[in-house]
């Protein structure tokens, strides 16, 4: 079992910044992926970012050069730094992890942007 607990959620004006956390715990085996991903009322889940256990990154497009992904492997934590913020930013963001048996996601956390 692995748990993912997420932070940093919130209300911001558009142009503004946000950092998300999660912790991951339980039966992690290394190397793992961490990702992001967000889900705006009446649409689908959607990878916002990831980052493997190497540091490799990838982004959705929507997102590259505002969001940023970064880890701190000792914490077993990642982030997702959100500067420019826009209003269509606004969703609930998810942290993922993926095992062979299944993936595991955390209870989310609310980004709403709007002035």
């Known amino acids: 079992q692995v748990q993912l607990v997420e932070s940093g959620g919130g209300l911001v004006q558009p142009g503004g910044s946000l950092r998300l956390s999660c912790v991951a715990s339980?039966?992690?085996?290394?190397?793992?992926?961490m990702g992001w991903y967000h889900q705006a009322p009446g649409k689908q889940r959607e990878l916002v970012a990831q980052?493997?256990?190497?540091?490799?990154?990838t982004y959705a497009d929507s997102v590259k050069g505002r969001f940023t992904i970064s880890r701190d492997y000792a914490k077993n934590t990642v982030y997702l730094q959100m500067n420019s913020l826009k209003p269509e930013d606004t969703a609930v963001y998810y942290c993922?992890?993926?095992?062979?048996?299944?993936?595991?996601w955390g209870q989310g956390t609310q980004v709403t942007i709007s002035s």
């Open positions: 980052m493997t256990g190497g540091g490799v990154t």
């Open positions: 339980g039966s992690l085996r290394r190397p793992y992926i």
């Open positions: 993922m992890v993926p095992t062979p048996s299944k993936n595991y």
